[in-house]
């Protein structure tokens, strides 16, 4: 099982930055990829951002060049740090965990992160 802890979000005005954070809890196998995806209200989920284990990353292509995500395998640490923010960047966001070993993805609870002026 994975617990996922979700931290950092909030209410910005346009330009400004926030920073999210993830951490993993995993039993007994190792995690292969985190990164985060959101859902703003009416819309389906989509992704943000990815950092596999190996340390390639991966990103929408709605934040690039703004958001960056970083972090630390062997913590199950993941860092998304989002500069430049628009007002559409407003949503819920989830980290997730992906486990290769059972194909499934591990879900947070989400944070809201809101931009407005």
């Known amino acids: 099982q994975v617990q996922l802890v979700e931290s950092g979000g909030g209410s910005v005005q346009p330009g400004g930055s926030l920073t999210l954070s993830c951490v993993a809890s995993?039993?007994?196998?190792?995690?292969?990829?985190m990164g985060w995806y959101r859902q703003a209200p009416g819309m389906q989920r989509e992704f943000v951002a990815s950092?596999?284990?190996?340390?390639?990353?991966n990103y929408a292509d709605s934040v690039k060049g703004r958001f960056s995500i970083t972090g630390d395998s062997a913590e199950n640490l993941v860092i998304l740090s989002m500069n430049s923010l628009r007002p559409e960047d407003t949503a819920v966001y989830f980290c997730?965990?992906?486990?290769?070993?059972?194909?499934?993805?591990?879900w947070g609870e989400g944070t809201p992160v809101t931009v407005s002026s």
């Open positions: 950092m596999h284990s190996s340390g390639s990353t």
């Open positions: 997730y965990a992906y486990v290769f070993k059972y194909n499934v993805n591990y």
């Open positions: 995993v039993s007994s196998f190792s995690i292969t990829a």
